[in-house]
């Protein structure tokens, strides 16, 4: 079972701030992804990467950036939060080919005030 | 469009009695097709996937889906809910060819007493 770790769980902070939310997983796999989700809504891609230095746009447009130096590690940056990108971002990744599930980490809570 | 449509937003069953979820997609091909649970303040985790075969598909935690082409769906059951089925369900299908996940809305099973 994959192994994923985001940081941090929770976060509030202010308008204006550069937030940089954590991801990294330790099983080597090569492709990762970045979900946001509003409470009891579904799941919605932002950012996706296949690997080291392939970054992608998902279906929702968001303000945020990623980069991807090294396998087992997935950043996303905002660089001036607002209150409206208050939500959940859920990381995750998977290996192989199509059929290999995407596993998921826990999640960062972010609340912009 | 192409769409996952869970119809229920949420479900109440008595523990111990029978759940089925329901599950259905519009895509031209059959896509692969997935059931993820999220407890509270948690991640994802995989219950179970279908690519091809068997359409009766077993999983974990007593859950299995059944995939009929006729209808487009993909439902979840299980035959004797217990309290800690609790959560948030969701399906997710890959477009053939893709690997990102399309997630539905979700269905929020509560389990009485």
């Known amino acids: 079972e994959a192994d994923i770790y985001q940081t941090p769980r929770y976060l509030v902070i202010g308008t204006g701030k550069k937030i940089t939310l954590e991801c990294s997983q330790t099983m080597g796999h090569d492709k990762m992804y970045w979900y946001q989700q509003d409470p009891g809504m579904e799941l919605h891609l932002i950012h996706y990467s296949y690997g080291v230095n392939s970054t992608e746009k998902g279906d929702l447009s968001s303000e945020s950036t990623v980069s991807r130096i090294r396998t087992e590690h997935f950043p996303l940056t905002l660089e001036s939060a607002r209150p409206s990108h208050t939500s959940q971002y859920l990381c995750?990744?998977?290996?192989?080919?199509?059929?290999?599930?995407?596993?998921f980490g826990d999640g960062t809570r972010l609340s912009i005030l | 469009a192409q769409s996952v449509t869970q119809p229920d937003i949420h479900i109440t069953v008595s523990e111990g009695a029978s759940l089925e979820l329901r599950c259905n997609y519009s895509y031209g091909a059959t896509p692969y097709l997935f059931w993820y649970v999220q407890s509270p303040g948690q991640g994802l985790q995989l219950l179970l996937k279908y690519f091809s075969g068997d359409t009766l598909v077993q999983g974990i935690k007593g859950f299995e889906a059944e995939f009929k082409r006729s209808q487009s769906s993909f439902n979840l059951r299980k035959p004797s809910v217990h309290w800690s089925d609790a959560a948030e369900y969701f399906c997710a299908v890959a477009p053939e060819g893709f690997q990102k996940l399309v997630f539905g809305t979700g269905t929020r099973l509560l389990v009485s007493p």
């Open positions: 995750a990744s998977s290996d192989g080919g199509l059929n290999q599930p995407q596993h």
